[in-house]
C-alpha cells in the first residue's frame, strides 16, 4: 500500500472517532511510531501563576515520556509555560492522529515533523508548522562495523530492517535511498517491527533505520561497535516542530505566540544546561533508574546536537522545497504545495 494512502486510512479512521467524540487513542510513537505500551499520566505544569488563573491547553507529541522531550519537561518545571499564563498537557500518542486533531480544533499544539505537514495540508488538513525544534532529521541507518557500511552504495545486496512502511523511518529510508540515487531493488528490505537493536545484535539484518540518539547508543553500550549514516548528511528535510490549527493561529495569534515563546525557553535552557535538564527528566519519568541513566544522558547528548542552532525556531524555505521535491519525486505527494503555505516564522523571536 502506497505510503500516503495509509495516512488517509488513518486519518478516516481517527475521524470517525471524532465524529463518535472519542479521545485520539494513546499508543505510543517514536518520531511517530513506537510499540504500544501503557503510558504514564500525561505530564502537566507544577507551578501556577499567582496572577490569575492558567489556560489550560494540550500538546499531543508522537512516543511515549522519554529523554527527548526534554525541552517540555523544562519548560514545565521551571515555570516556563506558566510565566506565559499557560498550564500544558503533555499528551502522547500517535503522531498523525494528534496533527488531525490540531487541524480540526480538537488540540490546541502537536508535535510533528515536516512530512507529517506537508501530507496534511495534501489532504486539506488546515494545519501550520510554527516552531522548529529538530535541526537535523532525527533518523539515520546503522549497521555493526563490521558489515563495513560507511556509505549508501554499501548497501547494495545487504539486509535492510525497517520497523514498518510507515512514519519517519520509512520516510527517512525513502530518502537516503533517493539522495544517492540508489536502485532499492538491489537491497533487501525487510519489515522487523520495532526489534532494530535485537536484529542487528541477533544478524537478523546488516542494517537497520532508526533513531539516531537511540538504538545506536543501546547497541554501544553492549560493546557493539557501529556506524551511523545520518539522513541529514544526504537531505535536508523538515523534521520535528510545534504545529497548530490555522483557525487557533487565526483567532488567537497570542495563544500560539506563548507557546511557542515558552518551548523556546524550554530548548535554550535544556541545550545551555543539560545536566540540569536530565535531572528534570529522571524526576517525570523515575523509570530511568542509575544503572539505565549513563546511557539515557547520553541520548540526551545526541538529541541536542540536532537541536542546536543559532536560529532556533526558525524555518527553511529552502528545506521545505527540499522535502516537497523529495517527496513528489519518490511518489509520497501527489499534489503541488507551496513551501511559504506550510510553514510561518512569525512567532520566531530572534534576538
Same mark, same amino acid.
Given at each position: 500500500?502506497?505510503?500516503?494512502? =495509509? ?39 507544577? *507551578? ?57 480544533? !480538537? ?24 516552531? =522548529? ?21 554499501? &548497501? ?33 528490505? =525487510? #519489515? ?26 543501546? &547497541? ?16 535536508? &528535510? ?12 487565526? #483567532? ?17 535552557? $535544556?541545550?545551555?544546561? *543539560? ?13 530511568? $533508574?542509575?544503572? =539505565?541513566?549513563? $546511557? ?54 530572534? !534576538?
Amino acid at each position: 500500500m502506497k505510503f500516503w494512502m =495509509k495516512w488517509i486510512f488513518l486519518f478516516a479512521a481517527l475521524f470517525s472517532l471524532v465524529a463518535c467524540g472519542a479521545e485520539a487513542a494513546q499508543a505510543p510513537t517514536q518520531a511517530g511510531e513506537a510499540p504500544a505500551q501503557e503510558a504514564p499520566a500525561a505530564a502537566t505544569e507544577a *507551578p501556577a501563576q499567582a496572577s490569575g488563573e492558567l489556560r489550560k491547553v494540550r500538546l499531543g507529541v508522537g512516543y511515549i515520556p522519554d529523554v527527548q522531550f526534554a525541552p517540555f519537561y523544562v519548560a514545565q518545571r521551571k515555570g516556563f509555560f506558566a510565566e506565559e499564563g499557560l498550564e500544558v498537557e503533555i499528551e502522547y500518542g500517535f503522531e498523525n492522529d494528534f496533527v488531525a486533531l490540531a487541524a480540526q480544533g !480538537e488540540r490546541e499544539f502537536a508535535v510533528a515533523s515536516g512530512d507529517q505537514v506537508i501530507l496534511a495540508r495534501a489532504q486539506g488538513l488546515p494545519i501550520t508548522y510554527v516552531m =522548529k525544534w529538530y535541526q537535523r532529521f532525527p533518523v539515520a541507518l546503522v549497521s555493526p562495523a563490521d558489515k563495513g557500511i560507511t556509505k549508501p552504495e554499501d &548497501l547494495v545486496g545487504k539486509k535492510v530492517g525497517l520497523p514498518g512502511f510507515f512514519g519517519a523511518s520509512f520516510i527517512g529510508w525513502k530518502g537516503l535511498i533517493y539522495a544517492a540515487q540508489l536502485d532499492e531493488n538491489a537491497i533487501e528490505v =525487510k #519489515d522487523i517491527g520495532f526489534t532494530q537493536t535485537a536484529a542487528i545484535q541477533q544478524g537478523v539484518v546488516d542494517a537497520a533505520m532508526i533513531y539516531i540518539a537511540n538504538e545506536p547508543n543501546q &547497541l554501544r553500550s553492549q560493546g557493539i561497535e557501529v556506524n551511523v549514516l545520518q539522513v541529514s548528511d544526504y537531505l535536508d &528535510l523538515v523534521s520535528n516542530g510545534i504545529v497548530v490549527g490555522d483557525k487557533l493561529m487565526a #483567532d488567537d495569534p497570542d495563544l500560539a505566540q506563548r507557546m511557542v515563546r515558552a518551548s523556546l525557553r524550554g530548548l535554550q535552557e $535544556t541545550i545551555a544546561k *543539560p545536566d540540569e535538564a536530565f535531572a528534570i527528566v529522571r524526576q517525570v519519568i523515575p523509570e530511568i $533508574t542509575d544503572d =539505565k541513566a549513563p $546511557t539515557q544522558r547520553k541520548v540526551l547528548e545526541d538529541s541536542i546536537t540536532l537541536w542546536q542552532s543559532d536560529r532556533l525556531g526558525e524555518s527553511s524555505p529552502q528545506a521545505w522545497q527540499e522535502s516537497i521535491e523529495f517527496m513528489s519525486k519518490t511518489g509520497l505527494l501527489e499534489k503541488t504545495l507551496q513551501p511559504e503555505t506550510l510553514y510561518t516564522n512569525k512567532f520566531i523571536e530572534i !534576538e
